[in-house]
């Protein structure tokens, strides 16, 4: 059991639950799909959107990214990692601000 506390440190979450992950998409190309959607859209809101967004939670998102990039090959048929790579990421950043 993987506690993970999100952003707003109002919930905690089994990262190890699959329940915590319901919402996803099942599969790793749907999941897939979505992170690099939600990828684009990060670098489009903080490049063009607002520039002169705050650096570290901007670095530790790049972080994320970076991290997501260099093991997706060695989990490319693991969904469960895709889910929690999604699930992080949202976390991260759907409240930039």
Same mark, same amino acid.
């Given at each position: 059991?993987?506690?993970?506390?999100?952003?707003?440190?109002?919930?905690?979450?089994?990262?190890?639950?699959?329940?915590?992950?319901?919402?996803?998409?099942?599969?790793?190309?749907?999941?897939?799909?979505?992170?690099?959607?939600?990828?684009?859209?990060?670098?489009?809101?903080?490049? !063009?959107?607002?520039?002169? @967004?705050?650096?570290? &939670? %901007?670095?530790?998102?790049?972080?994320?990214? =970076?991290?997501? *990039?260099?093991?997706?090959?060695?989990? !490319?048929?693991?969904?469960? @990692?895709?889910?929690? &790579? %999604?699930?992080?990421?949202?976390?991260?950043? =759907?409240?930039? *601000?």
């Amino acid at each position: 059991m993987r506690i993970f506390v999100d952003r707003l440190n109002c919930c905690e979450h089994d990262l190890d639950n699959p329940e915590t992950y319901q919402y996803l998409p099942k599969t790793t190309r749907g999941l897939r799909d979505m992170m690099f959607k939600e990828i684009g859209y990060f670098h489009c809101y903080v490049t !063009y959107f607002h520039p002169y @967004w705050d650096d570290d &939670q %901007v670095n530790k998102v790049e972080d994320m990214i =970076e991290y997501f *990039c260099n093991n997706e090959k060695k989990n !490319y048929e693991n969904v469960l @990692w895709y889910q929690e &790579q %999604v699930f992080l990421f949202m976390n991260e950043t =759907e409240n930039m *601000c």
